[in-house]
Structure formats: C-alpha cells, structure tokens
C-alpha cells in the first residue's frame, strides 16, 4: 500500500469562517460537518480539517493548482482585497513570484483570517 495524506486539523478561531475563506480563494466548497471539525477537501481528497481553537502558532500550507485556476484564485484575492506577497516574509506587496527553479512556475502568498501563511502555486514546466 502507498502513503498518502488523508487530512490535517487546521486550527481557527472560527472554524466554518476560515474554511469558507480558504474555500471561495480557491473556487471549492465547505464539506458537511464531521464531528466537530468544518473539512474543506481538495481534488486529491485530502481535506484540511478546521477545528476550533483559541490559541495556536500560524502554520503555512501550499496548494499546487493549475494555470487557470491560479489565475482565478490570484483574482479572486484581488477582488476581495486580499493583500498577497511575492515572497514568503510578505515584504513583495502585490506580488507573484517566478519559481528560478522551476520553469512557468508561478505563486503568491496571502494570509488566511487565523493568520496561516497559504500559498498557491502552479506546477510550472519539470525536467528540462
């Protein structure tokens, strides 16, 4: 059998707020309630499992989408005024980055409600 990753608990403050935010930048729906947790489940069927918490330390959690959805998601944090950063210290306001590893490779960075660091991140041209 392989290993893949099923789920991790995300914390925040409100759980069904923050699932939604991440949900509408990244064009997904918010999953029925599982127990206590609001799951947002990608297209690799990992979900990210928000569970409320009031205290916790910020962590970063990278999406790899394709051209057109990076495209919409990127106009998505336009739209609603979402500051993103072309780096991960958040210093390049307004900005995208251009992978100098990775041919076509694009992303930006953007923080979430509970202050977690997302990125979105094309997969850019491999092996050249």
Do not use: W
């Not at 729906?29 to 947002?40: E, G, I, K, L, R």
């Not at 980055?97 to 991140?121: A, N, Q, V």
């Amino acid at each position: 059998m392989t290993v893949d990753l099923n789920h991790t608990i995300v914390p925040a403050r409100d759980p069904r707020a923050s699932a939604q935010f991440l949900a509408d930048i990244l064009g997904l729906s918010v999953d029925p309630p599982v127990a206590h947790f609001t799951p947002v489940t990608l297209a690799n069927k990992v979900s990210l499992d928000y569970d409320q918490t009031d205290v916790f330390e910020p962590h970063h959690y990278a999406f790899l989408v394709g051209e057109q959805e990076f495209d919409a998601a990127l106009a998505r944090l336009q739209h609603g005024g979402v500051t993103h950063y072309g780096d991960p210290t958040c210093r390049e306001t307004g900005q995208i980055y251009r992978s100098k590893h990775t041919e076509g490779r694009r992303g930006t960075y953007f923080h979430d409600p509970d202050g977690h660091l997302m990125e979105i991140l094309t997969p850019g041209i491999t092996g050249s």
